[in-house]
């Protein structure tokens, strides 16, 4: 059975750094490109970043380019978010969410975590 | 960019259909993808490429995908259906991942 945990939310304040966490399990994490999609509060989905299985193609939401930074570690299964620069826009709750393709390109988010929550408040 | 136009809100008595619009340039040569997500948890996918249901979806639960709109439909709605859908296309010209403003379902 497939799961994502993400963690690392909490509250930050404007012009500080987060970083975002997602642990995969139940699949071949190196097989599948990844991404990250928020929720700001009463508001609909957002797509934020997307990375390939191998690292190789990577895309961001015009956004958060320039900010923030996606990784991956296939070795540890898991995927990062390095969020810097931090505005109050930001404040939602990330979902980290597994992709069926490998290279990211016109994705389908078949699974996704339970989100973990980021606030930038000061 | 591209843009996803979805009903804020469409209301439906049980057992009755209830279609769910989601407007785009040309969509119709786009995969559309549906998301259904209950009050407190993440999103669920329920279709995928315009029709294609995952494992566990119900049969209930169709899509269709033509000229400038895409369209979900739920047959013999359930109160259990009564969630926020969302639509979702990738916009191969700006490399982005595009969703609808989602419609709230409500079942009378």
């Known amino acids: 059975e497939v799961h994502l945990v993400e963690s690392g939310g909490g509250l930050v304040q404007p012009g500080r750094s987060l970083r975002l966490s997602c642990a995969a399990s139940?699949?071949?994490?190196?097989?599948?490109?990844m991404h990250w999609v928020r929720q700001a509060p009463g508001k609909g989905l957002e797509w934020v970043s997307g990375?390939?299985?191998?690292?190789?193609?990577?895309g961001y939401a015009d956004s958060v380019k320039g900010r923030f930074i996606i990784s991956r570690d296939n070795a540890k299964n898991s995927l990062y978010l390095q969020m810097n620069s931090l505005r109050p826009e930001d404040t939602a709750l990330y979902y980290c969410?597994?992709?069926?393709?490998?290279?990211?390109?016109?994705?389908?988010?078949?699974?996704w975590g339970q989100g973990t929550l980021v606030t930038v408040s000061s | 960019s591209y843009v996803l136009t979805q009903p804020p809100s469409v209301s439906v008595a049980p057992g009755k259909t209830a279609r769910i619009t989601c407007g785009g340039n040309n969509i119709g040569i786009k995969s559309v993808h549906w998301y259904q997500q209950k009050p407190g948890q993440a999103p669920v996918l329920v279709i995928y490429?315009?029709?294609d249901r995952p494992s566990g979806i119900p049969e209930r639960f169709s899509g269709s995908n033509s000229g400038n709109t895409a369209t979900l439909t739920i047959s013999r709605v359930e109160a259990g259906d009564e969630a926020d859908y969302y639509c979702q296309v990738w916009h191969s010209s700006s490399d982005h991942v595009v969703f609808g403003g989602g419609t709230k379902l409500t079942v009378l």
């Open positions: 969410a597994k992709d069926n393709t490998p290279e990211g390109g016109a994705p389908l988010f078949d699974y």
């Open positions: 490429y315009d029709s």
């Open positions: 990375i390939s299985w191998n690292s190789g193609r990577i």
């Open positions: 139940g699949f071949t994490f190196d097989d599948y490109a």
